[in-house]
């Protein structure tokens, strides 16, 4: 398909487990954005990638959050040591370029995480 | 301070009728841009509609309104002519300054019933 797929859709991690979600944007989108949603909730920032590059991880919420996206493509959100807390929906979204105010994330579908 | 504050947890609408989605904003930023998504059940997020700061018009997408009060620091969606595949969770979004990331509202749960 042509929109972002994320991967798995579901997952479930007994707590201090390490979890890896998986983020595959539209092709050519120069722009990735991880989200975390709780229940409920909107979307909060997590971290924002331009080409291979992390411009923005303010929004890591501990050291145990870690993103990658190496070959500016593909990007990976790692939890590591899950806690109960971190159980919540991880949104990517991706974006053409990183300019423009109009400029249009198109979001994934998700990762569902629970951490038992 | 929030950013995006949606007031309105959850909506009841006819189908067929108009339905405003309320959206206040706080920024001190002369340049941002305002987004609403719809949510449905399957969790995907779903872009509906622009207004960006300088923009002299209100957006139209469709059946999309956006109802951009700048004085007043508000963004209304509307709706109109609803059908039942509007029923979904709508967040209000902004971009302001030289960022790139989206704060969002806590979104309002819109049902339309038959």
């Known amino acids: 398909g042509a929109g972002v797929s994320q991967s798995p859709r579901y997952k479930v991690a007994k707590r201090g487990q390490d979890v890896a979600l998986r983020c595959d944007p539209i092709?050519?989108?120069?722009?990735l954005f991880w989200y975390q949603q709780a229940l409920g909730q909107g979307p909060e920032f997590l971290t924002y990638?331009?080409?291979?590059?992390?411009?923005?991880k303010s929004g890591l919420p501990s050291d145990r959050f870690f993103a990658e996206r190496p070959e500016g493509s593909v990007s990976t959100l790692k939890i590591q040591r899950t806690q109960q807390e971190d159980s919540a929906v991880y949104l990517c979204?991706?974006?053409?370029?990183?300019?423009?105010?109009?400029?249009?994330?198109?979001f994934g579908p998700g990762t569902r995480l629970t951490v038992l | 301070a929030q950013k995006i504050t949606q007031t309105q947890p959850g909506m009841f609408v006819q189908e067929k009728e108009a339905v405003t989605l309320d959206c206040t904003y706080d920024?001190?930023?002369?340049?941002?841009?305002l987004f609403w998504y719809k949510q449905p059940s399957s969790g995907e997020m779903i872009f509906l509609i622009y207004?960006?700061?300088?923009?002299?018009q209100n957006a139209t997408e469709g059946r999309y309104s956006l109802n951009f009060q700048k004085a007043r620091k508000s963004a209304n969606l509307v709706i109109s002519a609803s059908q039942l595949g509007d029923s979904a969770m709508y967040f209000c979004?902004?971009?302001?300054?030289?960022?790139?990331?989206?704060?969002f509202g806590a979104g309002t749960t819109v049902t339309v019933r038959a």
């Open positions: 979204a991706s974006s053409l370029t990183s300019g423009g105010w109009d400029n249009e994330q198109f």
């Open positions: 092709s050519g989108h120069v722009s």
């Open positions: 990638f331009q080409n291979e590059a992390q411009l923005d």
């Open positions: 920024t001190s930023d002369p340049s941002y841009g």
């Open positions: 207004q960006g700061s300088y923009d002299q």
């Open positions: 979004a902004m971009r302001e300054g030289p960022g790139y990331k989206l704060s």
